[in-house]
């Protein structure tokens, strides 16, 4: 049995296939099945020991248009800690929090 220790969720409106492509590229020797692309609606589920997190998303950020808005979570149960990264504008923030304490800055 793996032992999870990557866990990464999130979405992205008005994606475009590019943007996909990118981020299939990303992903596709750990799971392809990780992102989605429905319409212009982009998911990313993904749970495993390692994820390439910082590539990730400097490989979509280049195709994200001013319509793009979502959020990916990048949950490291080793670290106990959640960094979130905004998407809106074609700009990404983030936003690193324990694990015990993400609801005072995860947005919510």
């Not at 049995?1 to 590229?25: F, Q």
């Not at 392809?32 to 495993?48: H, P, R």
């Not at 001013?66 to 936003?95: A, M, P």
């Amino acid at each position: 049995m793996e032992h999870i220790l990557i866990k990464i969720y999130g979405s992205i409106s008005n994606a475009s296939p590019e943007l996909y492509a990118a981020a299939l590229e990303m992903v596709q020797e750990q799971n392809e099945d990780a992102v989605e692309l429905d319409g212009t609606f982009f998911t990313i589920s993904f749970e495993g020991i390692y994820f390439m997190m910082n590539e990730f998303i400097a490989a979509i950020k280049p195709h994200l248009t001013n319509d793009c808005t979502g959020r990916i979570d990048y949950i490291d149960v080793d670290e106990w800690s959640l960094t979130r990264f905004w998407i809106e504008g074609g700009l990404i923030t983030q936003n690193t929090a324990d694990l015990n304490h993400v609801m005072d800055h995860s947005g919510h």
